[in-house]
Nanobody, 126 residues
């Protein structure tokens, strides 16, 4: 029902920046909650940034807080994750996720999300 398309991944050196984007398509009633998750080989999927589109509120995981910021362009139906001060440990496949939720919710677990993009690879070299 909801389609998500990520873009903007790539390879950067430590300390560099990337901005990944997630364009979402679907029914006129947009999902209320969206998020960026990441998963590195051999590690669990980790939520890094969350937004409630109903309220326009965002939440950033402690592990990336201060370096990553989340924003949206509602006119383009696009969600952005600006990643600054990238570290090798940030290397992962980054996924956009979406779910329907209530006004004040910030869904932080991957099981809470029903729709996922294909992922975009971020590689940070030391």
């Amino acid at each position: 029902q909801v389609q998500l398309v990520e873009s903007g991944g790539g390879s950067v050196q430590a300390g560099g920046s990337l901005r990944v984007a997630c364009a979402y398509f679907g029914p006129s009633s947009r999902p209320g909650c969206m998020a960026w998750f990441r998963q590195a080989p051999g590690k669990e999927r980790e939520g890094v940034a969350f937004i409630n589109l109903h309220a326009g509120s965002t939440s950033i995981a402690d592990s990336v807080n201060g370096r990553f910021t989340l924003s949206q362009d509602s006119a383009k139906n696009t969600l952005y994750l600006q990643m600054n001060g990238l570290k090798p440990e940030d290397s992962a496949m980054y996924y956009c996720a979406a779910a329907y939720c209530t006004l004040y919710a910030h869904k932080r677990t991957d099981s809470a999300y029903n729709y996922w993009g294909q992922g975009t690879q971020v590689t940070v070299s030391s």
